[in-house]
């Protein structure tokens, strides 16, 4: 028995022998923990429970020429609920519950009310610490949401938990959309000003830490953020909103009437290159309507048919090759020349036409002959004179995506052919986009000089600007003077005469321009689609705007640019004309006194009221049988007021036109003497000065 005993007590002291030695190195193991690992144990525990998440910035606003927002960035709302927080009782949970649900079901209209009851009962009993109401959430909704049973307590003592994010929006839903553009980092796609001004546009990320719940659920800790979110600067864009919405409709009717597949319309102001409106329309079938998916008049280099022509008669005038009139044949309008057929619309006169018909009447025979007969011998001289006018090179656009310029040298090019200087001579085998032909163009308005198309003119954070970009100056003088007026009085001609009178038949006002047709090429090969064009400028005796217009494969009513594209050009023009250009005349007062507010100049009432009519815009008149007239824009409504001038003093005619003004003086007893052509840029006798009848006044006269 003590034998048993003995063996028994041996065992209980083995086992509590054990369990000591167990009990010993858990202590040691504690303090070695606490003492070797636990900082660096707390620490991973800590970054286990909080983390800091990433705040998203606002990008900046893109703004239009008068601060209108083209783009901006608004606030919008994950909304979340901590349903099952202890700091809600049950009975305050249910006895709201049903007035929650109804408020929710109400302002996010995303579950009925019986639905979100139902939802929000089912995961407080499950414990759900971060259940979602709504994504995207305006802040307007928010701001009701706030207000409802139970989430108006607050995020500790009602469970409302909302995460912001940023949101880009357009205020003019499409106009100019692809223009706007858009970036998606993420896929590397940076489209537009928005991919072109990215670094500008987008701001510096905030913090806010974030606390780990059940079912491994993020919410945030604190109210506040820990570092707050910078915005990103504006940038101020040239786009003029009213002169834009005018060449989108414009473009619009004219791709619907045509039945076309795409297009587009650019309008630039002379001086400064700056673009007031740019449009770009294609057809999408899936949705059935055009939209603005692809930036043509940027994008696309395509060749540019007759339009081209006024790059050779620069080339030809320059080298003194000819004169405009010199005599040439073009017969019935078809010829054989370096072995292919050319070929006219139609004849042209009696078959013999001066140099002048060839470009106003836009013969290709006539234009193939003089280019070739100029230039068969020394065709790299002919592409020394395009290349010095800067037409081989692009733009330089801050926009991703211009297309690139081609016009092919005969000593550098293997595609030269020689049939290559005689297709040439009408716009095929070289390639442009339409802001390049467009730009060209606008240095002939401008007197030579070709200035780049300017998209964006300043950059802000706030309403304090950090830099401004002027115009930058391509090409000094393409061509010499002379060349210049000798050009313009030929893209007069094409208006007045030629291929383009028919559709700017009455207009009030000068335009100079060309119109251009050229066949689409597809897999090597010229098809019987067509693009059509007309380009140009206005008032043609002072320009003040360039414009573009291009249409891609019309189906209907024909394809030439005099038909397909010049009117959605008269479009614009007549409309930027009777809503700016005719304000924008301007005269000091009645009695020229320099320090007395600027009016509008006064024009003979039955000529202005002619000019709207003309261009089939109502006015509202305010006159009593007064012969002279201002116009006034008054929220998009012409309103025509009257002036009276004092008989006895002599009154200030600068900025009226020749005709009116004598009319005004020699009623009043003044006679006159005219010199030069255009408006009144001086008067030989101060406005304001005592009149004496049968005194002479001499006017001097200029383009404005």
């Given at each position: 028995?003590?034998?048993?005993?003995?063996?028994?007590?041996?065992?209980?002291?083995?086992?509590?022998?054990?369990?000591?030695?167990?009990?010993?190195?858990?202590?040691?193991?504690?303090?070695?923990?606490?003492?070797?690992?636990?900082?660096?144990?707390?620490?991973?525990?800590?970054?286990?429970?909080?983390?800091?998440?990433?705040?998203?910035?606002?990008?900046?606003?893109?703004?239009?020429?008068?601060?209108?927002?083209?783009?901006?960035?608004?606030?919008?709302?994950?909304?979340?609920?901590?349903?099952?927080?202890?700091?809600?009782?049950?009975?305050?949970?249910?006895?709201?519950?049903?007035?929650?649900?109804?408020?929710?079901?109400?302002?996010?209209?995303?579950?009925?009310?019986?639905?979100?009851?139902?939802?929000?009962?089912?995961?407080?009993?499950?414990?759900?610490?971060?259940?979602?109401?709504?994504?995207?959430?305006?802040?307007?909704?928010?701001?009701?949401?706030?207000?409802?049973?139970?989430?108006?307590?607050?995020?500790?003592?009602?469970?409302?938990?909302?995460?912001?994010?940023?949101?880009?929006?357009?205020?003019?839903?499409?106009?100019?959309?692809?223009?706007?553009?858009?970036?998606?980092?993420?896929?590397?796609?940076?489209?537009?000003?928005?991919?072109?001004?990215?670094?500008?546009?987008?701001?510096?990320?905030?913090?806010?830490?974030?606390?780990?719940?059940?079912?491994?659920?993020?919410?945030p800790i604190h109210d506040e953020n820990e570092v707050e979110p910078v915005d990103g600067n504006d940038i101020v864009t040239t786009i003029d909103i009213n002169i834009q919405d005018i060449a989108e409709n414009a473009l619009l009717r004219q791709l619907l009437h045509n039945k076309a597949f795409q297009g587009c319309a650019v309008v630039?102001?002379?001086?400064?290159?700056?673009?007031?409106?740019?449009?770009?329309?294609?057809?999408?079938?899936?949705?059935?309507?055009?939209?603005?998916?692809?930036?043509?008049?940027?994008?696309?280099?395509?060749?540019?048919?007759?339009?081209?022509?006024?790059?050779?008669?620069?080339?030809?005038?320059?080298?003194?090759?000819?004169?405009?009139?010199?005599?040439?044949?073009?017969?019935?309008?078809?010829?054989?020349?370096?072995?292919?057929?050319?070929?006219?619309?139609?004849?042209?006169?009696?078959?013999?036409?001066?140099?002048?018909?060839?470009?106003?009447?836009?013969?290709?025979?006539?234009?193939?002959?003089?280019?070739?007969?100029?230039?068969?011998?020394?065709?790299?001289?002919?592409?020394?004179?395009?290349?010095?006018?800067?037409?081989?090179?692009?733009?330089?656009?801050?926009?991703?995506?211009?297309?690139?310029?081609?016009?092919?040298?005969?000593?550098?090019?293997?595609?030269?052919?020689?049939?290559?200087?005689?297709?040439?001579?009408?716009?095929?085998?070289?390639?442009?986009?339409?802001?390049?032909?467009?730009?060209?163009?606008?240095?002939?308005?401008?007197?030579?000089?070709?200035?780049?198309?300017?998209?964006?003119?300043?950059?802000?954070?706030?309403?304090?600007?950090?830099?401004?970009?002027?115009?930058?100056?391509?090409?000094?003088?393409?061509?010499?003077?002379?060349?210049?007026?000798?050009?313009?009085?030929?893209?007069?001609?094409?208006?007045?005469?030629?291929?383009?009178?028919?559709?700017?038949?009455?207009?009030p006002y000068k335009v100079a321009g060309k119109t251009g047709t050229a066949k689409i090429v597809k897999d090597g090969r010229y098809t019987r689609d067509y693009n059509a064009s007309f380009v140009g400028y206005f008032p043609a005796d002072d320009p003040k705007y360039t414009c573009i217009v291009a249409i891609n494969k019309p189906t209907?009513?024909?394809?030439?640019?005099?038909?397909?594209?010049?009117?959605?050009?008269?479009?614009?023009?007549?409309?930027?004309?009777?809503?700016?250009?005719?304000?924008?005349?301007?005269?000091?007062?009645?009695?020229?006194?320099?320090?007395?507010?600027?009016?509008?100049?006064?024009?003979?009432?039955?000529?202005?009221?002619?000019?709207?009519?003309?261009?089939?815009?109502?006015?509202?008149?305010?006159?009593?049988?007064?012969?002279?007239?201002?116009?006034?824009?008054?929220?998009?409504?012409?309103?025509?007021?009257?002036?009276?001038?004092?008989?006895?003093?002599?009154?200030?005619?600068?900025?009226?036109?020749?005709?009116?003004?004598?009319?005004?003086?020699?009623?009043?007893?003044?006679?006159?003497?005219?010199?030069?052509?255009?408006?009144?840029?001086?008067?030989?006798?101060?406005?304001?000065?005592?009149?004496?009848?049968?005194?002479?006044?001499?006017?001097?006269?200029?383009?404005?």
């Amino acid at each position: 028995m003590t034998d048993i005993k003995k063996d028994i007590l041996w065992r209980v002291y083995l086992m509590y022998f054990s369990i000591l030695l167990f009990a010993i190195a858990i202590i040691v193991k504690i303090f070695y923990i606490q003492i070797k690992e636990g900082a660096e144990l707390t620490a991973l525990a800590q970054t286990q429970e909080l983390r800091a998440f990433n705040l998203e910035a606002n990008r900046g606003n893109i703004l239009a020429a008068d601060g209108s927002l083209l783009a901006t960035s608004v606030p919008v709302f994950e909304v979340r609920m901590d349903v099952a927080s202890p700091n809600i009782p049950d009975k305050f949970f249910l006895d709201n519950l049903d007035e929650l649900s109804g408020g929710l079901a109400k302002i996010l209209q995303s579950k009925s009310k019986r639905e979100f009851k139902s939802y929000l009962l089912k995961n407080r009993k499950k414990g759900k610490r971060y259940v979602l109401l709504g994504r995207k959430v305006e802040y307007e909704q928010l701001k009701e949401i706030k207000k409802l049973p139970i989430l108006e307590r607050g995020k500790h003592r009602g469970g409302l938990i909302t995460i912001q994010t940023p949101k880009r929006v357009f205020p003019f839903g499409e106009l100019a959309a692809r223009t706007i553009g858009y970036e998606n980092k993420s896929e590397k796609y940076f489209v537009g000003l928005e991919g072109a001004y990215s670094d500008i546009l987008t701001g510096k990320d905030g913090k806010q830490v974030m606390r780990r719940i059940n079912h491994g659920d993020w919410i945030p800790i604190h109210d506040e953020n820990e570092v707050e979110p910078v915005d990103g600067n504006d940038i101020v864009t040239t786009i003029d909103i009213n002169i834009q919405d005018i060449a989108e409709n414009a473009l619009l009717r004219q791709l619907l009437h045509n039945k076309a597949f795409q297009g587009c319309a650019v309008v630039m102001e002379v001086q400064t290159g700056h673009i007031k409106a740019i449009a770009n329309l294609r057809y999408d079938s899936t949705d059935r309507k055009y939209k603005e998916t692809y930036n043509y008049a940027i994008g696309a280099s395509i060749e540019p048919g007759s339009t081209f022509k006024l790059a050779n008669m620069l080339v030809a005038l320059e080298d003194d090759k000819f004169k405009l009139t010199d005599s040439i044949i073009t017969g019935v309008g078809f010829a054989v020349i370096n072995g292919i057929q050319v070929q006219d619309v139609h004849k042209i006169g009696n078959g013999r036409v001066t140099i002048r018909d060839v470009f106003e009447y836009s013969s290709n025979v006539g234009m193939a002959k003089l280019i070739t007969r100029a230039y068969d011998n020394e065709a790299a001289k002919y592409v020394d004179g395009l290349y010095d006018m800067s037409l081989n090179q692009p733009l330089g656009l801050e926009i991703i995506g211009e297309g690139q310029p081609f016009i092919k040298h005969p000593e550098k090019s293997k595609s030269w052919w020689g049939t290559s200087l005689t297709v040439m001579s009408f716009g095929y085998e070289v390639k442009q986009t339409p802001l390049q032909t467009l730009s060209y163009f606008n240095a002939i308005a401008n007197d030579g000089k070709m200035v780049k198309p300017v998209l964006v003119t300043e950059v802000r954070t706030g309403d304090v600007y950090k830099e401004r970009f002027g115009t930058e100056v391509i090409n000094k003088k393409i061509a010499s003077q002379e060349t210049i007026d000798t050009v313009k009085s030929l893209l007069e001609g094409v208006v007045k005469r030629g291929t383009a009178r028919r559709a700017f038949y009455g207009t009030p006002y000068k335009v100079a321009g060309k119109t251009g047709t050229a066949k689409i090429v597809k897999d090597g090969r010229y098809t019987r689609d067509y693009n059509a064009s007309f380009v140009g400028y206005f008032p043609a005796d002072d320009p003040k705007y360039t414009c573009i217009v291009a249409i891609n494969k019309p189906t209907e009513e024909g394809y030439y640019g005099g038909v397909v594209a010049a009117p959605a050009f008269r479009e614009i023009a007549d409309k930027i004309y009777s809503t700016s250009l005719v304000l924008d005349l301007k005269y000091e007062t009645k009695y020229g006194r320099a320090d007395e507010p600027v009016k509008n100049n006064p024009v003979n009432y039955s000529d202005l009221k002619d000019i709207y009519s003309s261009l089939d815009i109502k006015t509202v008149d305010y006159l009593h049988n007064d012969p002279w007239a201002v116009a006034q824009l008054n929220n998009e409504v012409i309103e025509l007021e009257s002036v009276e001038f004092s008989s006895h003093h002599i009154p200030n005619v600068k900025g009226m036109n020749a005709k009116d003004a004598v009319y005004l003086l020699e009623n009043m007893g003044v006679k006159t003497k005219l010199s030069g052509r255009g408006m009144v840029k001086s008067q030989s006798i101060k406005a304001g000065t005592q009149l004496r009848k049968g005194q002479t006044i001499n006017l001097k006269l200029a383009a404005y």
